[in-house]
């Protein structure tokens, strides 16, 4: 039996006719930028998340970098987040001249160690960027109430928390803006790169709009310098058709948890769903003795497996600039070193989680 790790292939067929008419649709009405196929993508997707705003974004990264100027950081304002994360994270806050402060995360859910956060905000402080990592988010209403406190900007990078809840509410509900990635793998993927920006904020809507289409309102009158960062219509009619199964399949994802959870070894320590939260499992994280033995032993038996993330940032060669030293977030290193990712997908088979959960235990025995 072959297993990967994300099946695309398997998710395109599942509706493909849908997805291959409404391709078409945009073909022969030749409506590639804006228009009524991204408008109702926005208005679907704003309906979805229970926000007033929804704005399509060329990516996850392009997102975020529309946050923090919407935020309106300036050189050397700081911006606190984890670094057990993608590059993008972090990346856009350099991107705004911005300087990072890492926090490390909690070693049950991997995600934002609140107390710590609350020793690391200094008098530079201007944002926060909390990441709700593998499809789950950490105690948002008590982050929020730390970042009213501090008057800081709160932005929640949801690129892998699509239809995740913390207390009934997601990604957007809490923060200033939360960003989200419709990369292809992402729990609601493109066709490519795709992204969006939610807020519940007019002025930051506005600002936003105004942002990722070269600063104008209409054709060819600009009231700011911009980017060029719109969402392509065929990705925004692609999605709009996908978005009507994420409720479903982000059922299934937690049934595959579910089995996981109940059947997997007890030599594994699983991912743990926080109380409060809705987890949604973009990925399905595991932390493994022998890892690169497990993993090994997976893919002679056809299963594929990957880490997010192998190196934690602040030790990424990028970030070599700001001199911090290997121990400076043992929790974050410790996960990078021991998590393993094994499949998760909405197709996944009963078969299939059979075979995957029995050739991991089988490897402990």
């Known amino acids: 039996m072959e297993i990967p790790l994300v099946d695309l292939k398997a998710n395109y067929v599942s509706i493909k006719k849908e997805i291959d008419d ?29 926000v007033k705003h929804a704005i399509g974004s060329s990516s996850g990264t392009s997102a975020l970098h529309l946050a923090l100027l919407a935020a309106g950081i300036k050189s050397g304002d700081e911006i606190i987040t984890v670094p ?32 710590y956060l609350k020793k690391k905000i200094t008098s530079k402080t201007r944002a926060l960027i909390v990441v709700h990592l593998y499809g789950q988010m950490p105690d948002m209403k008590h982050i929020k109430e730390i970042a009213d406190d501090h008057d800081l900007f709160l932005i929640e990078d949801a690129a892998q928390a699509h239809a995740a809840e913390w207390q009934g509410h997601q990604p957007g509900y809490y923060g200033d803006i939360a960003t989200f990635s419709f990369f292809p793998a992402k729990n609601l ?11 519940n904020n ?15 309102k209409q054709k060819y009158k600009h009231y700011i310098e911009g980017y060029n960062y719109r969402l392509d219509a065929l990705q925004a009619a692609i999605l709009n058709k996908k978005l009507q199964h994420l409720q479903g399949w982000t059922e299934k994802r937690r049934m595959h ?63 070599e600039h700001l001199k911090i030293e290997k121990g400076s977030y043992p929790v974050s ?22 075979y995957i959960v029995d050739h991991i235990n089988r490897f402990y025995d």
């Not at 972090?90 to 909690?106: A, H, L, M, P, Y």
């Not at 993927?189 to 807020?199: L, Q, R």
């Open 22 to 50: 409404v391709i078409q649709h945009v073909l022969d009405e030749t409506s590639f930028i804006n228009g009524p196929y991204l408008e109702e993508f926005e208005q679907n997707f704003a309906r979805f998340c229970n």
């Open 84 to 115: 057990n994360t993608f590059i993008a994270t972090t990346e856009t806050i350099s991107q705004v001249q911005g300087r990072i402060n890492f926090v490390d995360v909690k070693p049950d859910t991997a995600l934002i160690d609140i107390d």
């Open 189 to 199: 993927g493109c066709y490519g790169d795709g992204g969006a920006v939610v807020t």
């Open 202 to 216: 007019d002025d930051l809507a506005e600002h936003i709009r105004l942002l990722l289409n070269h600063g104008r």
């Open 257 to 319: 948890a579910a089995f996981y959870n109940k059947h997997l070894s007890e030599n594994i320590k699983k991912p743990v769903e926080a109380s409060n939260a809705k987890h949604v499992y973009y990925m399905y994280e595991i932390q493994a003795p022998k890892r690169e033995e497990l993993r090994n032993f997976l893919q002679k038996h056809g299963i594929h497996t990957g880490i997010h993330y192998p190196i934690p940032l602040h030790l990424q060669p990028a970030y």
């Open 333 to 354: 290193e410790h996960l990078a070193d021991n998590i393993l990712s094994i499949p998760m997908y909405p197709e996944l088979t009963k078969d299939q989680l059979r």
